[in-house]
């Protein structure tokens, strides 16, 4: 046997959590979260103060998840999970493709755009 210290009494009795919240395009805020094993989505969430200056009809419109998987807030966490907090998409992704497409023009997208002077099409 040996006397090695046994593991800090924190990590027994609590999980680490990240909570992330963008509110706008290319910003995201992450909080790091200490909470007692058995914690909801919804407690760490309150816990993080993320939305703290969110109107409530913003807040009621977001969508919960863990690690890109859509659930619900009452879902019990596990150690090392990131719960993200999903925004309501303002342009279908397939139209905005459709108009960055449309706006960079053909020739400059696709599998083939960059090619080595005198190469055949395609290769």
């Not at 919960?64 to 925004?87: A, F, Q």
């Not at 905005?96 to 190469?119: D, H």
Request: glycine content about 8%; hydrophobic content about 35%; aromatic content about 4%.
């Amino acid at each position: 046997m040996s006397n090695a210290p046994s593991k800090s009494t924190v990590s027994e009795s609590s999980l680490a959590v990240a909570v992330c919240y963008s509110a706008s395009a290319r910003q995201c805020a992450e909080v790091r979260l200490q909470l007692p094993h058995g914690s909801r989505l919804v407690d760490a969430i309150r816990e993080s103060g993320l939305l703290a200056g969110v109107p409530d009809a913003q807040v009621d419109a977001l969508q919960t998840g863990v690690w890109g998987r859509k659930l619900p807030v009452d879902h019990v966490l596990r150690e090392g999970d990131r719960v993200e907090l999903y925004r309501v998409l303002k342009v279908d992704p397939k139209v905005a493709r459709r108009e960055r497409f449309s706006q960079q023009g053909a020739r400059t997208t696709g599998l083939f755009s960059k090619r080595r002077a005198g190469a055949k099409s395609g290769y």
